[in-house]
């Protein structure tokens, strides 16, 4: 189990293409100075709009088999 996980979503303007593409970045807690040096430069770069942070305070591993399970 995490304590903390930090994450940084946001849209990456795809050049020649047409499309955007959705990114999606995770950060554990022992990470957080690389969280906040990515959403900076995030957050003044020319091809990311629609940037958004979370924070999630606790993060458990999912047992998907149990889900299955009916």
């Known amino acids: 189990m995490m304590e903390k996980l930090y994450i ?3 849209t990456h303007i795809m050049t020649g293409t047409g499309k955007d593409e959705t990114r999606t970045h995770y950060f554990e807690e022992s ?4 969280f906040l040096a990515k959403y900076v430069a995030l957050k003044e770069a020319w091809y990311c709009y629609n940037l958004e942070a979370y924070r999630a305070d606790k993060v458990t591993k999912l047992d998907v088999d149990s889900l299955l399970d009916f």
């Not at 990470?31 to 690389?34: G, V």
């Open 31 to 34: 990470q957080k100075a690389q």
């Open 8 to 10: 940084i979503k946001y």
